[in-house]
């Protein structure tokens, strides 16, 4: 008698959570943007699970948009390709879900902080 495992089902969140912890471990990213919705959920002390991060399915195929800022003095490009291996990656070892496309938004730029600048730099 061969008996039946049953269904394995994977909450839309945990796919959020790995893109989430792949793009903020890439060295060069420093946060995941906010929308509108994101800044007052911020101003209320609530982090929505879905900042910065669109997902859709498609038959069993996962399409990732990220919405990043980074650090400066990164190269943008091969960042942007970095968190797009990675992110790919991620999914797949962690969910065995084919990756159709990560595709990132390079947003804005951390500002350096006048700590950091030297007085040529200030001006």
Same mark, same amino acid.
């Given at each position: 008698?061969?008996? &039946?495992?049953? &269904?394995?089902?994977? *909450?839309?969140q945990v796919l959020l959570t790995i893109a989430r912890l792949t793009a903020l471990?890439?060295?060069?990213?420093? !946060?995941? !943007?906010h929308s509108l919705a994101g800044n007052v !959920? @911020?101003?209320? #002390? #609530? =982090?929505r699970l879905d900042e910065g991060i669109r997902l859709r399915i498609e038959d069993d195929v996962v399409y990732v948009d990220l919405y990043i800022i980074v650090?400066?003095?990164v190269n943008l490009l091969g960042?942007? #390709? =970095?968190?797009?291996?990675?992110t *790919? @990656? *991620?999914i797949d070892e962690m969910l065995g879900m084919h990756v159709g496309e990560v595709n990132v938004h390079i947003e804005d730029v951390v500002l350096p902080s006048l700590d950091n600048l030297s007085e040529e730099e200030i001006g």
């Amino acid at each position: 008698m061969e008996e &039946k495992p049953g &269904k394995v089902i994977i *909450a839309p969140q945990v796919l959020l959570t790995i893109a989430r912890l792949t793009a903020l471990g890439t060295p060069g990213v420093a !946060s995941l !943007s906010h929308s509108l919705a994101g800044n007052v !959920s @911020r101003f209320l #002390r #609530r =982090q929505r699970l879905d900042e910065g991060i669109r997902l859709r399915i498609e038959d069993d195929v996962v399409y990732v948009d990220l919405y990043i800022i980074v650090e400066p003095n990164v190269n943008l490009l091969g960042l942007g #390709r =970095q968190v797009q291996r990675e992110t *790919a @990656r *991620a999914i797949d070892e962690m969910l065995g879900m084919h990756v159709g496309e990560v595709n990132v938004h390079i947003e804005d730029v951390v500002l350096p902080s006048l700590d950091n600048l030297s007085e040529e730099e200030i001006g």
